[in-house]
């Protein structure tokens, strides 16, 4: 069974950066996505990466400012967030892909616990 564990989340200015690590115990982990979810809102896709690092897809939301990467010596796929903006603020998931639609959380399992990430104005 694979537990993932994320990190790296806190509170930043907004036009800061935060980096977010997702890692893996278990075993390799595989195709692996992001997802985030701000108080009363619904989940939303933010990124996903393939187990082999390509290719990579971002949701119009973060393009250009966020960027998903894995180190599989690690275990662990990070996601590089510059430029915050206030809407970013959210608890940030991340999870293993199951197949189908990359955007969508119902192709997901093994769901860690998130890490909040807050961009102050």
């Known amino acids: 069974q694979v537990q993932l564990v994320e990190s790296g989340g806190g509170l930043v200015q907004a036009g800061g950066s935060l980096r977010l690590s997702c890692t893996a115990s278990?075993?390799?982990?595989?195709?692996v996505g992001w997802f985030r979810q701000a108080p009363g809102k619904e989940r939303e896709f933010v990124a996903h990466?393939?187990?082999?690092?390509?290719?990579?897809y971002h949701a119009n939301s973060v393009k250009g400012r966020f960027a998903i990467s894995r180190d599989n010596a690690e275990n662990s796929v990070s996601l590089q967030m510059n430029s915050l903006k206030p809407e970013d603020t959210a608890v940030y998931s991340c999870a293993i892909y199951s197949g189908d639609d990359v955007d969508d959380a119902i192709n997901y399992w093994s769901w860690g616990k998130g890490t909040l990430v807050t961009v102050s104005s």
């Open positions: 278990g075993r390799a982990v595989r195709s």
């Open positions: 990466i393939h187990w082999s690092g390509s290719p990579a």
